[in-house]
């Protein structure tokens, strides 16, 4: 025993050491879309990337990385108010590795969702897929660091969850396949299935701390306002849209209690961005922005991806008067107090 001894003291000094320097959070863990992809779809074959300017200009060293924005995204924030690094890395980013991915790491794709007719739709990465790239990223990570101390930040680490805005837009309302099979109210009952089964599926990999993202008022999206303008209603928020967002996140949020009750040892919290989100909209000039109708980039009507090109003279110079950076997606402002809101109102409970 007296040989022991030693070892298990390193060990206590090991955890004790961890804690200190980063909380109760050791580590970051993303899985998701594209409001959370740090540059997955870099490395993969599809259309909907952003690794090319303007994207990323106001990042560290207006480098574009991949993330659907004019800078950081909701993960990076929050690793940074944890005490963690002010980014998250991609997987797939080949510029890192597991030194990198120790202290957080993002599996996300964007464009995908729950179903996995949604990642067909623009060739993404399935969330099922996001989970064999977390599994091969344990097996790693307990070759980087050893069983004990990969185990800990396995268990210890926050779970940041977050997709089905494309479910809806991208595949429930595009698809004549999707509407014939379900009516939106089973479509969502069938996506909360899915996010069950995910949930337990970490939970059985070692994850404990989760945080389960709601929609946005995805009807507010500067996309969808193009298309209601197109369609001759003007171009207000597409209010049946919001009407599903608010719907579905009341599953959400019935998920989150039953997984709390049903598992030992789990927390999961749900962070909810519609009303901050909604409130931005409506009163922009009440956090400090000036436009939030239409996007920063382009005509900021419907352009994203490679439509957001560098050359067009009409991308906006500032975008931090702007709520949406592109037709689909915030700008960093707007993720920083949507961040802010959440650390205050679920996120809290993790630190």
């Known amino acids: 025993m007296a040989s022991l001894f030693p070892a298990t003291i ?9 804690a200190a320097a980063a909380g109760k959070v050791p580590a970051v863990i993303v899985f998701g879309d594209s409001s959370v992809d740090a ?5 993969i074959s599809t ?11 106001d990042f560290f060293g207006g480098r574009p990385t991949g993330r659907f924005s004019n800078g950081r995204i909701p993960p990076d924030f929050i690793s940074e108010d944890f005490g963690l690094r002010p980014i998250v890395p991609a997987y797939l980013d080949p510029q890192y590795n597991m030194s990198d991915f120790a202290g957080g790491v993002c ?9 996995n007719a949604t990642s067909n739709v623009l060739n993404v990465i399935p969330l099922w897929k996001e989970v064999e790239y977390y599994k091969d990223y ?5 070759a980087y660091l050893g069983d004990t101390k990969a185990n800990y930040i396995i268990n210890e680490a926050l779970y940041i969850i977050s997709l089905g805005t494309n479910d809806f837009l991208e595949n ?3 698809l004549p396949s999707t509407r014939s099979k379900y009516t939106v109210d089973q479509f969502q009952d069938f996506l909360i299935g899915v996010a069950e089964t995910f949930i337990k599926e970490i939970y059985s990999l070692g994850a404990r701390k989760m945080s389960l993202t709601g929609l946005p008022p995805m009807g507010c999206l500067p996309l969808e306002r193009t298309t209601n303008y197109v369609n001759g209603n003007g171009d207000k ?4 849209y919001n009407d599903v967002a608010l719907h579905f996140n009341a599953k959400l949020s019935d998920l989150v209690k039953k997984m709390n009750d049903e598992m030992l040892g789990i927390r999961v919290v749900f962070s909810n961005p519609y009303d901050v989100f909604m409130q931005i909209i409506r009163e922009p000039s009440t956090f400090g922005f000036e436009v939030a109708s239409v996007a920063c980039c382009a005509t900021g009507m419907f352009e994203m991806g490679y439509l957001c090109d560098d050359l067009n003279p009409f991308t906006c110079s500032d975008a931090n008067k702007y709520v949406f950076w592109d037709s689909f997606h915030p700008t960093q402002k707007t993720s920083r107090i949507i961040v802010d809101y959440l650390m205050k109102h679920s996120l809290h409970e993790f630190l």
């Open 107 to 115: 599996f996300a794709s964007a464009g995908t969702g729950f179903d």
């Open 237 to 240: 928020c597409m209010d049946g």
């Open 39 to 43: 540059g997955n779809n870099n490395q």
């Open 138 to 142: 344990q097996n790693k990570l307990k």
């Open 172 to 174: 429930y309302y595009s």
């Open 47 to 57: 259309v909907l990337k952003s690794n090319f300017r303007p994207y990323g200009r």
């Open 10 to 18: 390193c060990l206590l000094l090991f955890i004790i050491g961890v």
